[in-house]
């Protein structure tokens, strides 16, 4: 039996479990199949993260650091595993490169693949460049930038986001809702409203999910102290009137159609599973839940169970996630891997 | 230095953080409050949990069975810390009972205190018999005695759910969303369809925040399999006109009075502040967060961590909470706790 861990993944998620499984002296090997670790905050240029308001690359860099520089933590970039054999205790992971790993347990922190806006077309991200993704305009913060429309470079006057774009929309074949999308988008116009004060923002939503605690940071916040704008309201199209984009709709709070102009229109994109998940599940023999995210166990026992034994998983792999609960997530799957590999061998193989 | 951890609560984030640490060797003195173990699906008789749809009894119930079994686990019933002296590493509990502990570390887990709706009086709780909590429906529905007016014992024919009580409600002091109540609702009104199949169910609703998976198998799944119906309102007032209740409020989307009679009213209560958090916060020495929850740091570090060094925190302490969101937070933090205690004396003190 051998008492390292395999962890798949270096997002938020894997670099916690990695982490947290280094600091009490159990070795762990991460494969990450990009060459940079960090996951979407790093790879995909976040700015300043939710709820903390620090910025992507100071935390979530912090964390790339912290595990690289643990002498107890392989890394292996650029490589997946292509297959999982043996039983919990006793495992054997095959990596594309052609190494193999040795584990007692693994953790799947494989994350999320973000919407891509184009599978909306009616909603203009493809024809019109003004219209963009709010990855897109989180790379506009962090670049140092700043909020500019693609088209000309100008200073937007007025920018909409797009709520649910890729979450709750059955038309497209995805129902389930991203939760974490609504609080960025308020934190994102907060954000253009700081750079840009004389820029009008407006939220376009079905229901504010700014749940718990994010309420007081992001709903109210944004819109008393800086004057953001909310409409309820289902969004027919955007098209352009040869200046200005024109977001049609209609508001659903007083019934009536609304056509207004914008600089920019911003989608506030939703997290699809892991385009690799079919590869995943296979590899590693385990089941994906009806959306096609990982599917996890309840929380009672171990938390973070796959169907396979000793195969755990965390974060936005499972379903859409916010950072934090991703870290959560990721320490609770290490102390459950790490439970298994400390068990005399008895109760293992039990 | 001591290697036990003192876990504080033994709701679902307590248990959580108890087993893990035990699981993997260490010592752990388990204090609560009250006399039986479970916390508030335990204590106040919650029925099937979101998202598992188990039995609180069996799920709750199962982890309390997993650690008051387990020898490396002590539990100090029916009293509270009343003192935390020393420092990270070597730390002495002093309890309301006269007893001491040595502990390396400690997690509060302290969870919350449920909304009491009398301080809402324009709904009718207090006022009506009829009027009750989701709570009080948790308990018709886990005490087998079922859904029943508790005025007469009829069974309802109409029964209104109202969300965000005690919650986003700035007139009584509760600006914050408690999360998990529209999901926990939405359960209800299955649960009440499927006893009651001739029963109507309202739920009026601020915004619907069935997040991420939730989506699916709780908002879609009420209105299409039960028939669960929603209403977007501004509730004013619930009165009686003798035979029933009789809401009145502004439906929000058609912009007019609504005024509906009903059987039963039930109040979606909110998660207050545990109402102990100012003795607790003096007892350990921390600091609370601006609504009165315990503070927390952000989460890239040791997550879980409050004011002072040594002292984590995990689940609904910290704001409102879901229960597999409270027990990852709990193997999480019982992972800091952890890594505190691995490490050698000369670390800890730096």
């Not at 297959?83 to 584990?103: T, V, W």
């Not at 994010?214 to 709903?219: A, G, H, I, P």
């Not at 379903?319 to 891997?337: H, L, V, Y």
């Amino acid at each position: 039996m051998t008492g390292a861990i395999l962890v798949v993944g270096a997002g938020p998620a894997g670099l916690a479990a990695a982490h947290a499984l280094a600091s009490v002296g159990t070795p762990v090997a991460l494969v990450e199949k990009e060459q940079r670790l960090g996951g979407a905050p790093i790879l995909s240029g976040y700015a300043k993260l939710v709820p903390s308001g620090e910025w992507a690359k100071d935390a979530i860099g912090g964390m790339v650091a912290r595990v690289e520089s643990n002498p107890r933590v392989t890394v292996h970039r650029g490589c997946s595993v292509e297959k999982l054999d043996g039983e919990p205790g006793a495992f054997r992971a095959r990596l594309s490169n052609g190494a193999s790993i040795e584990a007692g347990a693994a953790i799947l922190a494989t994350g999320f693949t973000h919407f891509d806006s184009i599978n909306k077309p009616e909603w203009g991200f493809g024809t019109y460049p003004d219209v963009v993704t709010t990855t897109q305009v989180e790379q506009m913060i962090s670049s140092g930038r700043g909020i500019r429309c693609p088209s000309d470079g100008r200073k937007p006057e007025r920018v909409a986001i797009l709520l649910c774009v890729g979450s709750r929309d059955r038309q497209i074949g995805r129902e389930w809702c991203s939760k974490i999308c609504c609080t960025v988008s308020c934190n994102i116009a907060m954000e253009i409203r700081e750079e840009l004060p004389d820029c009008h923002v407006y939220i376009y939503y079905m229901d504010i999910r700014t749940f718990g605690l994010y309420e007081t940071k992001y709903y109210w916040q944004s819109q008393e102290e800086y004057k953001v704008k909310y409409i309820k309201a289902r969004v027919a199209e955007v098209t352009s009137n040869g200046e200005k984009l024109v977001i049609k709709g209609e508001d659903t709070l007083v019934k009536r159609p609304i056509t207004i102009p914008f600089d920019m229109v911003v989608h506030a994109i939703g997290m699809d599973p892991n385009v690799d998940n079919p590869r995943i599940a296979a590899a590693f023999g385990i089941e994906l839940e009806p959306h096609g995210y990982i599917g996890k166990g309840s929380a009672y026992g171990a938390l973070g169970e796959t169907s396979r034994r000793g195969v755990f998983v965390a974060g936005a792999a499972t379903g859409p996630e916010t950072i934090d609960d991703s870290i959560a997530q990721g320490k609770a799957a290490a102390m459950a891997a790490l439970a298994l590999v400390t068990q005399p061998r008895s109760v293992v193989a039990a």
